[in-house]
Structures are given as C-alpha cells and as structure tokens.
C-alpha cells in the first residue's frame, strides 16, 4: 500500500476521536462526575473501597467527606503489599506493572500503580489523543509516510514476586501491540537496551537511514541524541538528514531553557512543538493548538481531577476544590484519583490554568524545592542530606548555600552550580565536591540517571561564597529576619546570578 494513502487512512481514522473529545471539553464537569463515580463502583469491593464506604457515596460531597487527601508515603504500604502480589487493595484487578520513579522524602524510588485499564484507557488512548489533536490542526501532516524517533527510559523491566517494575516508557513498550513498532524508530529490542551509551550508538544505527517525520522523548535527553547523530552523520543539522521533520512531542521537564537550541537543530519555520503532561501516575494534558504553551487538561481518561490553592498548602486551612470550582492565574497542587487505584494522591505537581472554558493549563513546578531542569526531580530533602554527608565526611560545616542548574549551551551539558557559604570551609574542595555528587547519585535515582557517564549532567560545580554574602543579598533585597529564608533550589539562575555578581 502507499504511504500516501496509509496516512491519509491513519490520519482519518485518528481524528475520528476529536467529537468525543470535544464532548468532554463542552460538558467538563458532568464528564469528570461520571469519571468519579464509575471509580468509586468499580472499587466498591476493593479493601479501600469496605474501608472508606464507597457503596455509600453517590456523590462528590460524600465522596470527599469519607475519603483522606494522600501521599505516597501513606500509600506505600498497600503498595508493597500489591508488589507481593496481594489483589483486591485499592484496585480491583490484578496490578501486575509498577512505574518506578524518584521524589520521595524517604526512598530512593517509589512504585506507582499501572493497571491494565490505565494502560489502556489512559497511557495509551492519550498517545492516539496526542495524534489527534495535532492532525487536527495540520491537515497537511505526513506523520505517517515515515516514522517516530522515541528515547524512553533506560530501565530494564524486573520482575519480583510475579510483579513487574522499571520505567513508564519500559512498561508501555512492553505492553505495545506488534504492529505499533512498524511506524517507530529504534525498535522496541532497542528502545529497551539499559546501558545508555550502547543504546544511544543502536537507535542511531537504526534511526539514521529512516524517513523519520516526528519525534517524543524528554528535551535534555532528546538534546543529547540529536546532536549524536549529528556528530556521527557530519550533518550540520536535521533536517540534512531526516527532510520530513515536522513535529516533536515534548514532555517531562520545562522546554523554555532548549527551545532556542532546538531551533538551531531544526532550522524551519513551520516546524511544530507539542507538549504534553505525563506521569508514572497517568496522562494529563496534552497542547491542543499550534505555537501554545498552554495544555487541554483531558478528562475522560479514567482521572478525576482536584485541586489545592497553593495559598493554602500545607496550613490549618488547607482547603481541595474539584475541578468546577478552580479559577485562572492561581497555584494549584494536583491530586488525583484514578483507575489504578489513587484515591485523592497528591503527586507534588502544581499547575496554573489559563482558561476555564475549556480548561486549559500549565506546569508551574513542584509543590516543594526542586530542580527539574533535565528530569532529575533533586528536592531539598536529596539536597540537604547529601550536604551533610561531605560536611561529615571533611569536617566542614555549612552557613548558607542556593542550588540552581547550569543550562546546556550548544555541545556543552548541562550540570548544578552550588553557591555555597561555609562556616568551616573543607581543605579539599574537589573531594568534597565528589562526596556531595556520589551521594545525590545514592539518594535519587533519576539524579544518578543524568549523571551517568556525565551523559545530561555534569559533575556538580560549587562555588565558595565570600562571609556573609547570603547575609547581604538579603539585606539589600530588605529581607533580614527569620521569616526571610535563601531560596535552596530553583529551576532558574536568577538567585545565582544576582549573588555571583555580589561575590
């Protein structure tokens, strides 16, 4: 068959979904109150499900009376007791498949929940919606008289007490029907390789000779593969080797510090950017417009959706909304309930919408300090131990100190500067340096992920402050006092800017 005539026949049958979808974006919260209460059914017998009363809500009022906001904290335990391979906890199916991913305040990893029916009804039905949205708005497309270059995750798949867990992106590809890897690029043998410098010289060995017209990965770690194949091709950019590129499907971490790069990559006016919302947790939010950065919160994919003012978080008067009572421009944490059996999870993601009609977002960062900028998810708490372990290590001890990351720039990678200002600064600042960088490798996987092989970041570079400059910078802003604290980690170098330029 032609490949003109299989993606004019792919291309209508994917945007068949659009009537459905704009039923949900017309009717939003009569959507999202069937959403609530087929879960509740459907988990009435479930261990959760006796102990909170489910046969006895029939609404979201009763729903929320009987029903505790979570963490994963609280959760692990039904966790592992699932990844034993008990049944009938918080779901009522078998979980066989667990996302294993970093950010917790006491592990190294957690294990998220993936159900069968949030494989298909979410995972997978948002990657044909993702499809959808984007051939609806570009008729013209040629998606599908080539193929998609994907980089995933690097894990392998483990199995234990006949659970399995690994990678989101493992766990989708493993689940994949055959005929979905005909229209990708590397093939699943290497999408799956878990040694990332034999990965990346396989998808290159594959990818190189295809007609590939779109790509999806994360930007830090797409960043690094594209200009592999540059390096190997002698190519001085894209689209000398693939002419048909016409869209990349971002996600993961910001794209505003790579957007200037990729241009330079992709040097073509009418090339397409696509964000979408993803999570071991569920899918999201996917970009519904050309040239927005603004996503359509979708909400028939088995998620019902509430919401924390951030102006509240965490105090005595902490308050939920659900989804019909949020207003534009505000700070909301997100907690989810879902068809894996998360009843009102927080997942620490906070979102700002954009529009209520329909509802529309954006990703404003993480309900505590991080830094995210290549998918490394490092929060206080990884920072603050592994500070203390060099400063137990070299007898050294700490005033004050600010985290922000160092932005990739052409071929260079990307790392973490640290300003920080000892009261008894270490003799050997090199070794205290490595100290602190082993020890974010023990304490957060995704950081150790980045690091490996100095493959997305490099080793941390830190920077020793003059006496008192956290004392000045302070001061000068009119900040003095113990209700003023140094911002530890952000997502920018506003902070460190300001404070090399005192320094």
């Known amino acids: 068959m032609p490949l003109a005539l299989i993606n004019t026949i792919t291309s209508w049958f994917l945007r068949r979904r659009i009537d459905q979808i704009e039923h949900f974006v017309n009717h939003p919260n009569e959507v999202q109150e069937r959403v609530l209460l087929d879960l509740v059914r459907t988990a009435e017998g479930t261990e959760v499900g006796k102990a909170y009363g489910f046969k006895e809500v029939h609404n979201y009022e009763q729903f929320v009376r009987r029903t505790p906001v979570i963490t994963y904290e609280v959760f692990e335990p039904q966790v592992e007791r699932a990844r034993r391979g008990e049944r009938n906890i918080f779901w009522h199916t078998p979980i066989k ?192 417009r050309n040239n927005s950065d603004e996503m359509l919160l979708m909400l028939d994919y088995g998620i019902f959706y509430e919401f924390i003012p951030m102006d509240t978080f965490g105090t005595p008067e902490q308050r939920v909304v659900p989804l019909w009572e949020v207003e534009t421009g505000k700070n909301y944490a997100v907690v989810i309930t879902t068809n894996s059996g998360l009843w009102r999870y927080m997942i620490g993601d906070t979102v700002r919408f954009t529009s209520t009609s329909p509802y529309r977002i954006k990703i404003t960062g993480r309900t505590k300090h991080f830094i995210n900028v290549f998918g490394e998810e490092l929060i206080i708490e990884n920072a603050e131990r592994a500070l203390k372990h060099a400063c137990e290590q070299t007898d050294s001890s700490v005033t004050d100190y600010t985290v922000a990351p160092i932005f990739m720039k052409d071929k260079l990678k990307g790392g973490h500067e640290w300003i920080i200002e000892f009261e008894k600064t270490p003799t050997d600042m090199v070794r205290f340096t490595e100290l602190l960088d082993a020890e974010l490798k023990k304490l957060n996987s995704d950081y150790e992920a980045k690091r490996y092989n100095n493959m997305t970041l490099n080793m941390p570079k830190v920077h020793v402050a003059r006496a008192r400059l956290f004392h000045d910078w302070l001061k000068e802003k009119d900040k003095l006092g113990g209700q003023n604290k140094v911002p530890r980690l952000s997502n920018s170098r506003e902070y460190v800017e300001e404070l090399l330029a005192m320094d």
């Open 97 to 288: 498949w667990f996302a294993k991913s970093s950010g917790t305040t006491n592990a190294k990893s957690k294990f998220i929940p993936v159900s069968e029916e949030a494989l298909q009804l979410c995972h997978y039905k948002s990657g044909k919606d993702m499809l959808c949205l984007y051939l609806n708005n570009n008729e013209n497309a040629n998606l599908f008289t080539g193929k998609s270059l994907r980089l995933g995750g690097s894990k392998e798949l483990y199995e234990q007490n006949g659970t399995y867990f690994g990678d989101l992106s493992a766990i989708l590809i493993e689940n994949l029907p055959f005929w979905a890897e005909f229209s990708c690029t590397p093939s699943n043998k290497v999408s799956l390789m878990s040694e990332w410098e034999s990965k990346l010289k396989a998808i290159i060995r594959e990818a190189k000779g295809e007609n590939v017209t779109s790509m999806a990965g994360v930007p830090s770690w797409m960043l690094v593969l594209l200009h592999r194949f540059l390096e190997d091709t002698g190519k001085s950019h894209l689209l000398e080797l693939w002419p048909n590129l016409e869209v990349y499907f971002h996600g993961g971490v910001s794209f505003v510090p790579y957007r200037e790069q990729y241009k330079q990559l992709i040097p073509k006016d009418d090339f397409r950017y696509y964000e979408i919302y993803n999570a071991s947790e569920g899918f999201f939010a996917i970009q519904d």
